[in-house]
């Protein structure tokens, strides 16, 4: 049978491991010989025990875990020419040509960019006698299908990506759980949400929440932002509400693109309104506990249409990424939703906010 492997790469995210679960089987299904690589690209680079057969078995009772049971890194290594010759070896030594990788934009791209570099990497392992004439021959051609795995939700292409779905819902959670205790003592809560440069979490928290008040990056705040916010949140108070929440994106930035902190906000509303206020950093419990039922079946079905993709690959064909388009799970082209990425950040950088919204096509 094909030599496939799949591996995690980058911050974690739940129902990594219903898409893990699902290229196993899929693979096993189909007759390959499938491997998981622990650790992300560092296990790759490592071989050894990090790259380690898998079954049908091997992936039992995994699906309600949050996190990914296979390990995720940040990896340097990878990014050296040294480090894609160990792990264009590991490969070869292990006969696989065919990877799924599951991560944010920036692991897509390092995977790319192997892929590019394959030819050259088994040339220069044969001219070192590590591989044979026979299997630079046999493993001409490296496979890879990419799965979009960050509960930010900020991949360019795809609806949804994996673990958002999740993280909303521990998010909604904890700010219900707040507006309890804040309307039992009249106070106003700022909380801080994920989604490093996206503002999708945070937006979507807020629009189901009820918040006042929401600070995300695409969108900075007029220059007079902490009089509006003022007027509203005293606004609310008049109407007879108890309590004021505001929802702050970490990555949230005022038009000039400097950040706007909880506590600068904290500030403003102690300083003018002298309400009694608290802030309440979500942070990693975000990306904590267990899957939604969205994102296991989001994995479950983006892991078997990237097993597919990989089998029906031609020497021709280019990386693909399978998304969410509506509720179908397509593929599309690796790259190109990669440099759409890039042109979101780009285009922030600028401070082109509707620009990037534009691209982004999701808030
Ligand atoms: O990309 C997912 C994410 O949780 C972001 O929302 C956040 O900015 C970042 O990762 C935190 O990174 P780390 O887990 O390395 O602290």
Redesign the pocket.
């Known amino acids: 049978g094909k030599g496939l492997a799949v591996f995690t790469s980058?911050?974690?995210?739940q129902g990594m491991n219903a898409a893990v679960r699902s290229v196993v089987r899929m693979g096993t299904y189909l007759g390959c010989k499938v491997y998981f690589i622990k650790e992300g690209y560092q296990g790759m680079v490592d071989g050894g025990e990090h790259i380690e057969e898998a079954n049908w078995s091997s992936v039992s009772s995994i699906i309600h875990k949050g996190g990914t049971i296979i390990g995720s890194a940040?990896c340097t290594d990878f990014r050296t020419r040294e480090g894609q010759l160990k792990a264009a070896k590991n490969l070869v030594d292990k006969g696989i040509t065919n990877i799924v990788v599951i991560g944010?934009d920036g692991s897509l791209t390092g995977a790319n960019e192997f892929r590019r570099n394959w030819g050259s990497l088994l040339d220069e392992l044969l001219t070192k006698n590590l591989i044979t004439q026979d299997q630079r021959k046999k493993y001409n051609h490296l496979n890879i299908a990419g799965l979009v795995g960050?509960?930010?939700n900020?991949f360019c292409g795809t609806d949804m990506t994996i673990g958002t779905d999740s993280?909303l819902h521990r998010i909604i959670e904890a700010i219900d759980a707040i507006a309890y205790t804040a309307y039992s003592h009249q106070r106003t809560f700022i909380m801080e949400v994920?989604?490093?440069h996206?503002g999708y979490?945070p937006l979507v928290a807020a629009l189901t929440t009820e918040a006042d008040f929401v600070f995300i990056p695409e969108s900075p705040p007029h220059e007079d932002w902490d009089k509006r916010l003022c007027m509203k949140l005293e606004q609310e108070r008049a109407a007879g509400q108890r309590l004021n929440i505001i929802i702050v994106a970490?990555?949230a930035i005022d038009r000039n693109g400097q950040p706007i902190t909880a506590e600068q906000i904290r500030k403003v509303v102690v300083d003018n309104l002298q309400q009694d206020t608290r802030i309440t950093v979500l942070g990693?419990v975000?990306?904590g506990g267990s899957p939604s039922a969205f994102d296991r079946i989001l994995g479950c079905r983006m892991g078997a249409e990237a097993v597919m993709a990989l089998m029906e690959a031609t020497e021709e064909s280019e990386p693909v990424v399978v998304t969410l388009d509506g509720n179908q799970a397509v593929r599309l082209p690796l790259m190109e939703c990669v440099r759409r990425t890039q042109a979101v950040s780009q285009a922030m950088k600028e401070k082109k906010w509707e620009l990037a919204v534009r691209i982004e096509r999701k808030i």
């Not at 980058?10 to 995210?13: E, N, R």
């Open positions: 980058g911050g974690d995210s940040r944010g960050s509960i930010d900020d993280a994920m989604g490093r996206c979490l970490e990555g990693h975000q990306r």
